[in-house]
């Protein structure tokens, strides 16, 4: 996004400007600085951007990256292929006068410079830097004009920009970021085992910028027995060059020159070969590593050395190296979340016995080489570890799958054949397709029975909602062989069972019982069990309405694998935004729903509003459970009467051993608490808080240990999924812990 109050500390209200430019963002860290902005000249010429002390004086060591900036091309109308943003990257250390200047150069124009104090370029934390950045970030010939003319203007922009608002996730960064002491505590730290690392990178025409970061991020770790392995399939030998330049003598470091490159899977392949260690970590050839990354996997081995696979958060680092975005805080081992979305990504990190035995890469699945290999490897072990820090800088740059999806279209088939080719490994039989979002898959396992599945429907009056949800389930829904044991509980009015008669009597596979006492969710649905005769039970609220057609058959599939004790869907509101999409363990103290009120069509983060995954729990609004499941769990514990009961039933039967998957492709409309109303009047705050800490005292081991779907990076006070912070509190918690029932 354009800020647009501060365009007027650069030259964009200048009708007799050369060029239109604007400068983003002054980063630094204790090497290099980064200078990032767009410039553009009216008649769409091409710009050059140097970064010069005058006098046309390169300076050494800087590097320039161009690329398409997509809001000003739309703000200016500019040609889709004009690259008006740029980056620069240069070291402190080459700069050998105080002044330099970014100069822009067009064949129609006089070149323009921009003058950039780098003394006052490490003052600018202070409120003076932030005035001496603004004003070096005049042009030459205006600064002096403009300082007078302009004084309260100046101040103005420079205290907005000093008070400027930071992003939650560097807000997130700056919480977590070690400090010089702690690598020098790591450094110094002596583990029991301390396993060989070969660090496996394929090569090809890196950009020798890109090339140096990842080295040097790798040279840096605060682990030190690792090796190298590089399989080079480059048209020359300079990145062979380079390291035989700066580490002469490291021999950590093997390098070869392929004759010939060989793709993704044969350059992997051949740096595979090159490995000794105990253990292989894959690496993409343009990303760079956190320096505690190594040091970090060998703690977790130190506590368990059983452990076969580990794989860790990340983020997108842009072109310059400087500028992080895009977390990636990923879920505890999610099998059914990878067949459809390869979360793991990096970093990978697997015993090298694995990945001898699976073979390596198949060049058959490049553009989707790491996903293959991933499946195929957790195909051999259970012994999976995540790590939920962020070790690994996920490049993101015009030719990068980060970067541009539309650069490796390709790979999009070759995720669907990997997919396939995993099923008809593991023995399922099911169609694999490719959906709208950028390798994310979806899956249709095949029935192969069509057991009788029994729905259960409290109901009390309402008759509208609850015809509308009959009604629907009639009309739409495809698979043939089920029942509707309506649960009748309290109601008064005569249309009511009016109602009831007319559908018992048109429909032979609709039968009403009656709960006599009051409501209580658990002992209804408990109840209607009793007279269920389904190998399968629908636990459906009253107010749902049936949009999927195939939704028994979805959740059917799935429920039929004996792994898998419950299945739940995403429900819509009537507007069409999500108001359930699986449940989350700790999120406000207990556990609450995510994402609430995006779009249908939103992915959410991480792809949770769209891809098939495991979860904690789901809302028996609409759960499919197997019976004998439920039966084996003794069913509702009936003490939570109206809150909690299904998170309570998924818990029971994920303690059973079963896994509780959500499959967004089932969708429903719900018309939420229509029948029973909001918990607003004080005797329902206060039972809704006695439920909660029967919750919480139940289940006080996994709120402490965390959701294994839900990273302990994100936020527990909202459902947003936004990085969490430091100060979070939970209101009701405090409350009910105060005694205040």
Request: glycine content about 4%.
């Amino acid at each position: 996004m354009l800020d647009y109050k501060y365009m007027k500390k650069h030259n964009l209200d200048d009708d007799n400007a050369l060029y239109k430019y604007y400068i983003d963002d002054v980063d630094r860290d204790d090497e290099y600085i980064l200078l990032r902005g767009w410039v553009f000249d009216l008649k769409g010429n091409p710009i050059e951007v140097k970064l010069e002390y005058g006098n046309n004086i390169k300076i050494d060591d800087c590097n320039i990256w161009r690329k398409t900036r997509h809001d000003v091309k739309k703000k200016f109308d500019l040609e889709n292929d004009h690259k008006s943003e740029f980056l620069i990257k240069f070291n402190r250390k080459s700069i050998k006068s105080e002044k330099i200047y970014i100069v822009f150069s067009s064949k129609d124009e006089e070149d323009m410079y921009v003058c950039i104090n780098t003394k006052q370029l490490d003052e600018s934390f202070t409120t003076w830097g932030k005035v001496s950045e603004f004003l070096t970030n005049q042009p030459i010939r205006r600064t002096a004009r403009f300082i007078k003319n302009n004084p309260k203007k100046i101040y103005n922009n420079v205290m907005a920009k000093f008070n400027e608002p930071k992003d939650d996730y560097t807000i997130w960064r700056e919480n977590n970021l070690l400090s010089t002491a702690d690598y020098k505590k790591q450094r110094n730290e002596k583990f029991d085992y301390n396993p060989l690392i070969s660090i496996s990178i394929p090569l090809y025409n890196t950009p020798m910028a890109f090339f140096e970061t990842l080295i040097k991020s790798i040279m840096n770790q605060t682990y030190s027995n690792f090796e190298l392995c590089l399989a080079d399939g480059s048209d020359d030998e300079r990145l062979g060059l380079y390291l035989s330049e700066k580490y002469p003598k490291d021999k950590r470091i093997n390098y070869v020159h392929l004759e010939k490159n060989l793709g993704i899977a044969g350059n992997t392949n051949k740096a595979l070969e090159m490995a000794t260690g105990e253990y292989v970590m894959l690496t993409d050839h343009d990303d760079l590593l956190e320096i505690s990354a190594l040091y970090e996997i060998v703690k977790v081995l130190n506590s368990d050395s059983s452990i076969d696979i580990i794989y860790t958060d990340e983020d997108l680092v842009d072109a310059s190296g400087m500028i992080f975005s895009n977390y990636r805080f990923k879920p505890d081992f999610n099998l059914e979340m990878l067949r459809h979305l390869n979360y793991i990504c990096h970093i990978f990190f697997v015993r090298k016995s694995i990945m001898d035995e699976v073979g390596g890469f198949r060049k058959e699945y490049d553009g989707a080489q790491d996903f293959d290999m991933i499946l195929r490897c957790v195909e051999k072990t259970d012994k999976i570890y995540h790590i939920p820090k962020v070790l690994y800088h996920w490049r993101a740059h015009e030719d990068s799958t980060a970067g541009n999806a539309d650069s490796k279209q390709y790979a999009i088939d070759a995720s669907v054949n990997a997919l396939k080719a995993h099923y008809d490994r593991t023995g399922i039989d099911a169609e694999v397709e490719a959906t709208d979002i950028f390798i994310m898959l979806k899956t249709t396992r095949k029935l192969k029975e069509s057991p009788l599945v029994s729905i259960l429907i409290p109901n009390m009056d309402h008759i509208e909602d609850l015809d509308k949800c009959i009604q629907s389930i009639v009309d739409k829904t495809i698979y043939n062989n089920y029942e509707i044991i309506v649960i009748e509980n309290n109601s008064t009015e005569k249309e009511t069972f009016d109602y009831y008669n007319r559908i018992t009597e048109e429909y032979d596979f609709i039968k009403v019982v009656k709960w006599g006492e009051d409501f209580n969710y658990s002992k209804i649905n408990n109840f209607g069990a009793q007279y269920a005769k389904g190998e399968y039970f629908i636990l459906l609220n009253n107010d749902i309405e049936v949009i999927a057609t195939d939704w028994i058959n979805r959740m059917l599939s799935y429920c039929v694998d004996d792994s898998v004790g419950a299945v739940g869907a995403k429900l819509l509101y009537p507007d069409d935004t999500v108001q359930h999409c699986g449940i989350v363990i700790g999120v406000g103290g207990f556990g609450g729903h995510i994402l609430t009120g995006q779009g249908v069509e939103d992915v959410g983060y991480f792809g949770r509003l769209r891809v098939q995954q495991e979860v904690s729990a789901v809302t028996a609004a609409c759960m499919m459970v197997d019976a004998k499941v439920f039966k084996d769990v003794e069913g509702f514990d009936e003490e939570f009467a109206v809150a909690l009961n299904d998170v309570d039933l998924c818990l029971k039967i994920r303690k059973a051993g079963k896994k509780i998957v959500l499959d967004p492709n089932v969708t429903m409309y719900h018309y939420e608490s229509k029948s029973r109303g909001y918990e607003e009047s004080p005797e329902k705050i206060s039972r809704f808080k006695k439920e909660i800490k029967r919750f919480r005292d139940k289940w006080a081991e996994i709120i402490e240990d965390g959701d294994p779907y839900y990273s302990p990076n994100l936020t527990h006070d909202r459902g947003d999924c936004s990085p969490r912070r430091p100060d979070e509190r939970f209101i009701i918690v405090e409350e009910i812990e105060r005694g205040e029932m």
